[in-house]
């Protein structure tokens, strides 16, 4: 299945369209003041829920990630794997802002025209706010564990403070407690670059031929350089030339055909609306800054960090580990891979996972106990 082509000038694919389940969850309050109307949520569910309804696990993804997990997290959710579905009950949710089913930029609004420039800021705060007021309508009391990597690690964290007892721990990958300020100038410079497309036409391209692709993929190309290391490209392509008779370094056809692909799936202002959320990020705002904030959270909290990381360097997750009183010691990933190492280095990743369910069900047992 796809949706029109107005979106990016391409088609936007939806994976596995038949297993999404899109949930009406009605008006949503923006940590702004304002009310985002009429919200769609599409999420995915693998596993069976119990009686008790107790054996539920959240997945949050990352930026261009999407409720179809296996999809980009291969080896993690199935019989026997990490997120075990003989035993719970796993349910992922597309993003607010999204672009793969829930409400976001090129969404229908309330007047019958798409969303585009007048779709409201959204925050962190905000993303994990319809995930609850989705938990509360499906009925699920709350989850064993929330999880996720980077943007989904952002909102693991602020379910650990904003609802502590809805979860039973929590685990948080290549994040941060606050997003620093080389992460919002590399971020913002993304923006820009879409922003300056001249088929941007200030976010609404929906009924042109074509959208900003270009603007979007050059984007891509700036955060996929921070996603891998220095070491990778080096070792992998160096100077090599495509040998196509183009004249293109080999890490130019790499870094187009990663473009290329965003380009297929993913809207641009969607880019913009997420990636400003992340920017935003600050579980210290108006909870006296980031110190206090940590200090309050009574969930045990499971960090992982990739040594090679340079969009999430290690010491943004020793921070977490050091502020927070219930962390388990810093679980690190070792991996040439960078960011993207928690996409890739899977069985260390599962591991840390079955780690932090372990913690969940102790704390569980010691609180009945």
């Known amino acids: 299945m796809s949706i029109s082509s107005e979106v990016t000038g391409a088609w936007l694919e939806f994976h596995d369209p038949g297993n999404r389940i899109f949930h009406k969850l009605g008006d949503l309050e923006l940590e702004s003041g304002d009310v985002l109307p009429d919200v769609t949520i599409a999420y995915q569910t693998w596993g069976n829920l119990n009686q008790e309804k107790s054996n539920a696990i959240l997945i949050n993804h990352a930026l261009t990630g999407w409720s179809d997990v296996p999809a980009w997290w291969p080896e993690m959710v199935g019989p026997g794997l990490p997120f075990d579905t003989d035993k719970y009950f796993v349910i992922c949710p597309n993003v607010i802002g999204g672009c793969q089913g829930s409400t976001g930029p090129s969404s229908i609004a309330p007047d019958g025209k798409r969303w585009g420039s007048r779709f409201p800021y959204l925050t962190i705060r905000d993303m994990v706010a319809a995930e609850h007021a989705l938990t509360q309508q499906l009925g699920i009391p709350g989850y064993v564990i929330s999880v996720g990597p980077s943007l989904g690690g952002m909102r693991a964290l602020e379910w650990a403070i904003t609802y502590p007892n809805k979860v039973g ?30 088929h941007f036409n200030n976010g609404d391209y929906y009924e042109q031929n074509r959208g900003p692709v270009t603007g979007l993929g050059i984007a891509r190309k700036i955060a996929h350089l921070t996603y891998r290391t220095e070491y990778e490209m080096d070792m992998r392509f160096g100077r090599d030339l495509q040998g196509d008779d183009t004249g293109r370094y080999a890490v130019t056809s790499y870094l187009d055909h990663q473009a290329t692909k965003l380009q297929k799936r993913f809207d641009a202002n969607t880019y913009i609306a997420l990636t400003e959320a992340m920017n935003s990020h600050d579980v210290g705002r108006d909870r006296g800054g980031v110190e206090s904030a940590l200090s309050k959270v009574e969930t045990p909290v499971v960090v992982a960090s990739i040594d090679t990381d340079r969009l999430f360097p290690p010491r943004l997750q020793q921070e977490i580990v050091k502020l927070t009183p219930k962390a388990a010691p810093l679980k690190l990933i070792s991996s040439p891979f960078g960011h993207d190492g928690f996409l890739i280095e899977v069985e260390t990743v599962g591991q840390i996972i079955r780690e932090t369910l372990a913690l969940a069900e102790e704390n569980a047992h010691s609180k009945r106990a």
């Not at 990958?173 to 001249?198: C, E, F, L, M, R």
Request: aromatic residues 0%; charged residues 10%.
């Open 169 to 198: 721990a929590i685990c948080t990958i290549g994040s941060s407690a606050v997003a620093t300020g080389d992460q919002i100038g590399t971020a913002s410079t993304q923006i820009q670059a879409i922003k300056s497309d001249p």
